[in-house]
């Protein structure tokens, strides 16, 4: 059964002009509706503000606005009167041929499915408390919105009894008005709605979103544009376009601007911008006129795509293709060194021989052992070199960690020398070995080492490097440096890809993500601790393999 929305119009005054209302007072009447229902109301409203207009100007007549359903909810039919409507009415809205016919329809017109057509009126209102119940007639008129009926206003009175002047200028004249009325109040209510549901869409979407004014001031700033960037989105409105954009940008986002203006064809452009957080972000835009009513271009809409993190892939692959072609580099330069140093390496244990059995000076044997032990180191050097920078195609083995260690200590000893820190061992003996793949654990603690020197203070850097067992079936691996610390919103990202700690240009981001892989595919973990201003702490625990 349908719902009704249903308002019963206290009666009013009994009082009545002889042969009905004047036309000025049918005009001041309605028009004093009209005024209560301009501005944000519901139908609900609108059907009572007519209902109680009429009942004024007519007191002895009974009056009844209603809705058609569906027109906001397909089961609700709203409705408002002066007595109660009989109950056999109450769930459906009927109007006769001449209601149509008043509106100005054709006489074949036919009304609405959810309205009843009759060729006569049938009364629907019940006398109130204490009136006499009298056959009664009535007439109706259609609402109407173009030429489409929205509703019915009728009007019933004792039968045989002279109908009211005017009342049906009235009547034609209070629907005509409840129908713009409605009208004006659904499209103000799907205006707002429309509003709000794009103020909504630019909270939320999650792209950045601008519209300029065609002064270049900014208009609307989307959500998304005000959390890439960490801007004030309130600061933003008013400001003119080509202060977000650096001095060497502005005359091509101008040019861009200009030609979205003629309605000429922009190419998407970047715009450089501080990032929430640091650094800059990298947003793409495309622009497009925004036309008014008349056609005319108002403003452009530029709608944006972060490409922030794109671009910093790109930049960090042809960054890794730099490090694979030094790799190569690395190998060939290697080769080169390590023919004439092995010349050095046998040469030189030749003549320390020689020298021992002729009985030389003890100051030339000490510069011959000194040449010897500089060969040894460049050879090492070398070593670990080629470890570093080929791509491991070793299988795991039985691997010391220790030695492991003190090889990468080597391979960073110019970064300890740079770095001014004092290296402290703390390795334990005796420990049991772990599987691994030599040069990729190489590659860890050369990557854990140089960052601890990197963290170091300019003076008094310590960089602490330990060993111990761990457990019963485990070995666990110490880097501690005494440096500035890691705060708690970055250490939680530190294994990211791409993010570094360091200044830009100073760090790929890479360093502490590979490792952290690497230590998983040795079945391990990896944790950091540090305390801002004290010291950063760097445990890797590793299966060890019992004797």
Do not use: W
Request: with cysteine; proline share 5%.
């Amino acid at each position: 059964m349908s719902g009704v929305k249903s308002i019963i119009s206290p009666r009013q005054g009994r009082s009545r002009h002889a042969g009905g209302p004047t036309l000025p007072n049918v005009l001041a009447s309605l028009t004093q509706a009209q005024r209560e229902t301009d501005g944000p109301t519901t139908d609900e409203n609108i059907v009572r503000a007519y209902v109680h207009a009429l009942e004024r100007l007519y007191p002895t007549v009974r009056f009844a606005m209603r809705l058609s359903h569906g027109l906001v909810d397909p089961n609700v039919i709203v409705q408002a009167a002066t007595h109660h409507i009989h109950h056999d009415a109450l769930h459906e809205v009927s109007i006769t041929e001449a209601g149509l016919v008043r509106a100005g329809f054709s006489e074949t017109a036919e009304p609405p499915p959810a309205m009843v057509l009759r060729r006569t009126y049938e009364p629907i209102l019940v006398p109130g408390p204490g009136e006499e119940l009298v056959p009664a007639d009535g007439l109706d008129v259609a609402l109407t919105r173009a030429g489409e009926v929205l509703g019915v206003l009728a009007a019933e009175f004792e039968r045989g009894a002279e109908v009211p002047s005017r009342l049906e200028d009235a009547l034609l004249l209070a629907a005509t008005q409840a129908s713009a009325a409605i009208e004006s109040g659904r499209l103000r209510r799907e205006s707002l709605h429309l509003r709000d549901y794009l103020e909504k869409l630019l909270e939320h979407a999650n792209i950045p979103v601008l519209v300029i004014g065609r002064d270049r001031n900014i208009r609307v700033v989307s959500g998304a544009f005000g959390r890439i960037t960490g801007l004030d989105r309130a600061e933003l409105i008013s400001k003119d376009l080509l202060q977000l954009a650096a001095q060497n940008e502005r005359v091509r986002i101008l040019s861009a601007f200009v030609n979205a203006l003629r309605g000429g064809d922009v190419p998407p452009f970047e715009l450089r911008l501080p990032k929430a957080g640091g650094g800059n972000a990298r947003l793409q835009f495309t622009l497009a006129p925004i036309l008014d009513s008349e056609g005319t271009v108002a403003g452009v809409i530029a709608i944006g795509q972060d490409r922030t993190e794109v671009r910093e892939l790109e930049g960090q692959v042809i960054h890794a293709e730099k490090l694979a072609t030094l790799g190569q580099l690395a190998a060939g330069i290697v080769h080169e060194i390590n023919n004439p140093l092995t010349s050095i390496s046998v040469y030189g244990e030749y003549l320390m021989s020689k020298l021992s059995r002729s009985g030389a000076e003890q100051s030339d044997l000490k510069r011959m052992e000194r040449i010897l032990r500089s060969s040894d180191r460049i050879m090492s050097f070398t070593r670990n070199l080629l470890t570093y920078a080929r791509p491991s195609k070793e299988e795991a083995q039985p691997i010391s960690v220790n030695a492991v260690i003190a090889e990468a200590e080597v391979f960073c000893d110019h970064s300890i020398r740079e770095a001014n820190v004092t290296v402290v061992r703390n390795y334990a003996e005796n420990l049991p070995n772990v599987k691994a793949v030599h040069g990729q654990l190489h590659q860890v603690f050369v990557n854990l080492i140089t960052n601890a020197c990197n963290a170091a203070p300019a003076e008094g850097g310590r960089v602490q490097l330990s060993t111990r067992l761990y457990g019963n079936d485990q070995i666990q691996i110490e880097v501690q440096d005494n440096g500035v610390g890691i705060g708690p919103a970055e250490l939680s990202r530190v294994f990211e890809p791409f993010f570094s700690t360091r200044r830009k240009g100073k760090g790929t981001g890479l360093g502490l993500s590979i490792v952290k892989n690497i230590i998983e595919e040795h079945r391990g973990s990896i944790e950091i601790e540090s305390e801002v201003g004290q010291h950063t702490r760097v445990l890797v625990t590793l299966p060890s393999l019992r004797p």
